[in-house]
């Protein structure tokens, strides 16, 4: 295998060391292009197609973003309320996204806060955190809490 590796090697560099002789069309003088010349050419090439490629995939439009979330957010949702006996559950359910916040460094580029009500005759919200991961394109939870909450419709 080492020796293949190493005729392998010598071939690629006996043609890098090959001078390939191109004649201008306007003048008579032959010049040469360098083996560096080439390689930093070929070099320069690769690195321009990779610069083109992680700009056209390293974004995703935050429309597409905030419905993926929508998605999570309805799903969640629905699996809270089908866990529990429809008697415990309040007239009106709904969830609130109280925050929403959008960073430009780090491995997460959005967190979102949900605020869940549905139990009946208890002040109780269920407050679930999502993040956004960017090299993945995608939503996770990380955070999943009880908390008591003020409801101004239970004093009157």
Same mark, same amino acid.
Request: with cysteine; hydrophobic share 35%; aromatic share 20%.
């Given at each position: 295998m080492r020796k293949i590796n190493f005729n392998l090697y010598?071939?690629?560099?006996?043609?890098?060391?090959? @001078?390939?002789?191109?004649?201008?069309?306007?003048?008579?003088?032959?010049? /040469?292009? $360098?083996? !560096?010349?080439?390689?930093?050419?070929?070099?320069?090439?690769?690195?321009?197609i990779n610069l083109i490629l992680y700009g056209c995939s390293g974004t995703e439009d935050d429309k597409i973003i905030k419905k993926k979330l929508d998605i999570i957010i309805e799903s969640d949702f629905k699996s809270i309320l089908s866990e529990l006996p429809k008697e415990?559950? @309040?007239?009106?359910?709904?969830?609130?996204?109280?925050?929403?916040?959008? /960073?430009? $460094?780090? !491995?997460?580029?959005i967190k979102a806060v949900v605020d869940f009500y549905y139990l009946k005759g208890v002040t109780v919200k269920r407050t679930i955190k999502?993040?956004?991961?960017?090299?993945?394109?995608?939503?996770?939870?990380?955070?999943?809490?009880?908390?008591?909450?003020?409801?101004?419709?239970?004093?009157?």
């Amino acid at each position: 295998m080492r020796k293949i590796n190493f005729n392998l090697y010598k071939f690629i560099l006996s043609k890098l060391q090959m @001078n390939i002789k191109y004649k201008n069309k306007n003048s008579s003088k032959n010049f /040469y292009l $360098k083996p !560096i010349k080439i390689i930093l050419f070929f070099l320069f090439f690769l690195f321009f197609i990779n610069l083109i490629l992680y700009g056209c995939s390293g974004t995703e439009d935050d429309k597409i973003i905030k419905k993926k979330l929508d998605i999570i957010i309805e799903s969640d949702f629905k699996s809270i309320l089908s866990e529990l006996p429809k008697e415990s559950l @309040n007239d009106s359910v709904y969830f609130n996204i109280c925050e929403y916040k959008k /960073y430009k $460094k780090g !491995i997460y580029s959005i967190k979102a806060v949900v605020d869940f009500y549905y139990l009946k005759g208890v002040t109780v919200k269920r407050t679930i955190k999502y993040r956004y991961v960017k090299r993945e394109h995608k939503w996770e939870r990380y955070s999943n809490e009880y908390r008591f909450y003020y409801n101004n419709e239970q004093k009157k």
